[in-house]
């Protein structure tokens, strides 16, 4: 059987981290949750990550600031950025 793909979370409201985290799980991928870019950016994991689902809104490094930053960085990880803020779409 092949490896899943590893899905790396970054939410810093807990209920959504671990919602996300159970989807896509229950989708067949691997998850990694992180509650900050900051924790995303120092672990390991980062090189393994397939698709990165981050929170445009966070304290200290935004999902827009984390995508810029890992492309600079030439980390180019396939992105989707996620708001609870309708006027950000």
């Known amino acids: 059987m092949p490896k ?4 790396s979370v970054v939410e810093d409201e807990q209920f959504l981290r671990e919602s996300m985290k159970r989807l896509m799980r229950s989708l ?3 998850v990694a949750a992180f509650p ?3 924790d995303f950016l120092a672990s390991p994991r980062l ?3 397939a698709c990165l ?4 809104h966070m304290p200290e ?3 827009l600031e984390l995508y810029e ?10 992105t989707i950025l996620v708001t609870a ?4 779409v």
Do not use: K, Q
Request: glycine share 8%.
């Open 53 to 56: 689902i981050a929170d445009v």
């Open 85 to 88: 803020y309708p006027d950000d």
């Open 47 to 49: 090189a393994e990550t």
């Open 28 to 30: 067949g991928y691997d």
């Open 4 to 7: 899943a793909s590893l899905v």
């Open 69 to 78: 930053h890992l492309i600079e960085a030439g980390h180019a990880i396939p």
């Open 36 to 38: 900050s870019a900051a």
């Open 61 to 63: 490094m935004t999902g």
